[in-house]
């Protein structure tokens, strides 16, 4: 791929996806024409999108340092509950059942619970997977305990020193959070992710936190890395991009053997990067040693169903398709075999107990930087009221999302414009309507550039 691209650059405004009837071809034809279809890609062949991003809420209980909301997101209405059961049909209808659907926001959360789980039970109904994205303040026991009655599959919690926890300096110190949440889950049917927000401050703390997930692979499925992006409302300054080979680098340097990022490629290689591990005695093992034999695998078993939060269904559903794929399981048993060998004193050590633990590393773009061909190859959508958008182009543009009236059922239209009213119009509304001026709104409705525009002035919040 050359260096300069003639349409290098989106130019805003970027119109959401049209309907397809056929999203899984269309997106191995775009694949192909960017010259990223090969034996290891997954998108396209297996699913037609990694996941779809359902915002229930623009409100946080946090103010972070590199938040990809935007400075007028905290005066948003909550979107109806009949539009998001809109939304949740219309990721039916694009991408169709076993869908990953991140709930997130904001922190959604901060919904009313009754709404929240009535969220989830309309997702798990299309029998699509429904992930509750959270800092975790809020997420009670009690709550993802309803929440996983409703269907609940995956619960992902973000920390990290962004969030600005004075009791919590560092990585380090916020594993103590780390474990209290893991405290919470345990015991209950669900696969337990960790978001970590990479930035100078934190990045030589990598191994450190891969040492704290490895200890914890038991209930921790997948970790996720997520570099600094110059998008959104966040007060910390993006200067210089922090380099994904350091970052993966730093992710070796706490491994037995050195990750294989190329095994499963999901997009574009420039967004995300994913390897799987296996933690033996609380050592990280490399488990996409052989590119060729995961690609075959992977390319032959694309029908297959993996229950994350059901391991034994899943390995029982994988041991019953080797025995319609032979050749694979001859290759798979030599494969195994000199794995184990590999790893022989950790499974002595240990009495044979393994762990798997996914890894993931994000690269999202600069909002005035939306290259053309990662938004083409996007896997990670986020559904609109006109349809799924990237997410990169979502939070580059996201007051043109979040500030769009949606028409109900009884024909008014509903506005998201937050002024401490609910409004309904009778005539048909403007494509994005005006918001409430930083002036004319509270310092508890501001939260990051803008709230320290207004704390900078003396001003005080009375309207609380």
């Not at 789980?117 to 109904?125: D, F, G, N």
């Not at 997420?139 to 969030?163: I, M, N, P, W």
């Not at 340097?253 to 190329?262: D, E, H, T, W």
Request: with cysteine.
């Amino acid at each position: 791929m050359s260096e300069q691209k003639e349409t290098q650059v989106f130019p805003p405004p970027y119109r959401p996806k049209k309907w397809s009837a056929t999203p899984l071809a269309d997106m191995r034809n775009t694949l192909k024409r960017l010259g990223l279809w090969h034996h290891n890609q997954q998108l396209g062949r297996r699913w037609a999108v990694g996941c779809v991003a359902l915002e229930i809420t623009q409100r946080c209980n946090l103010d972070c340092s590199l938040c990809y909301l935007s400075e007028h997101s905290q005066a948003v209405q909550d979107i109806p509950l009949e539009e998001i059961k809109r939304r949740i049909d219309a990721i039916y209808t694009w991408y169709g059942e076993g869908t990953d659907v991140q709930v997130t926001g904001g922190d959604p959360t901060l919904r009313d619970p009754d709404e929240l789980e009535l969220i989830v039970r309309w997702i798990a109904e299309k029998k699509m997977r429904p992930t509750l994205m959270t800092n975790g303040i809020r997420a009670s026991r009690a709550l993802l305990t309803k929440l996983c009655e409703a269907g609940l599959v995956d619960v992902a919690f973000h920390v990290d020193t962004t969030q600005g926890y004075k009791k919590y300096p560092d990585e380090v110190s916020l594993n103590q959070l780390r474990a209290r949440y893991l405290e919470r889950v345990a015991g209950l049917p669900l696969t337990v992710m960790f978001n970590t927000t990479i930035h100078p401050g934190n990045i030589k703390q990598i191994p450190d936190l891969m040492h704290f997930f490895a200890r914890h692979a038991q209930q921790i499925r997948t970790v996720s890395f997520q570099l600094e992006a110059d998008t959104g409302r966040g007060v910390h300054s993006v200067e210089n991009q922090l380099s994904r080979d350091t970052v993966l680098a730093l992710i070796n340097s706490a491994c037995a053997s050195p990750l294989n990022y190329q095994a499963a490629e999901i997009g574009h290689p420039d967004c995300n990067r994913y390897a799987l591990t296996l933690v033996v005695n609380g050592k990280i093992w490399n488990f996409y040693d052989d590119s060729a034999l995961t690609g075959d695998v992977l390319r032959h078993s694309t029908a297959l169903l993996w229950h994350r939060n059901q391991p034994l269904r899943s390995m029982l559903g994988f041991m019953k398709w080797l025995c319609f794929n032979p050749k694979l399981a001859v290759r798979l048993t030599r494969w195994a075999l000199k794995k184990a060998w590999q790893m022989r004193r950790d499974l002595f050590a240990c009495r044979g107990k393994i762990s798997t633990l996914s890894v993931f590393t994000h690269s999202f773009m600069p909002g005035d930087c939306l290259d053309c061909e990662r938004v083409e190859a996007c896997s990670f959508m986020t559904m609109t009221r006109d349809g799924p958008v990237s997410m990169c182009v979502l939070n580059a543009e996201r007051d043109r999302y979040i500030y769009q009236p949606v028409q109900l059922s009884s024909g008014k239209w509903w506005s998201p414009t937050n002024d401490g009213n609910v409004h309904y119009m009778e005539a048909a509304a403007p494509q994005v309507l005006r918001w409430v001026p930083e002036e004319q709104l509270p310092t508890r409705l501001l939260k990051g550039k803008a709230r320290n525009r207004r704390l900078a002035k003396g001003v005080r919040d009375t309207s609380s």
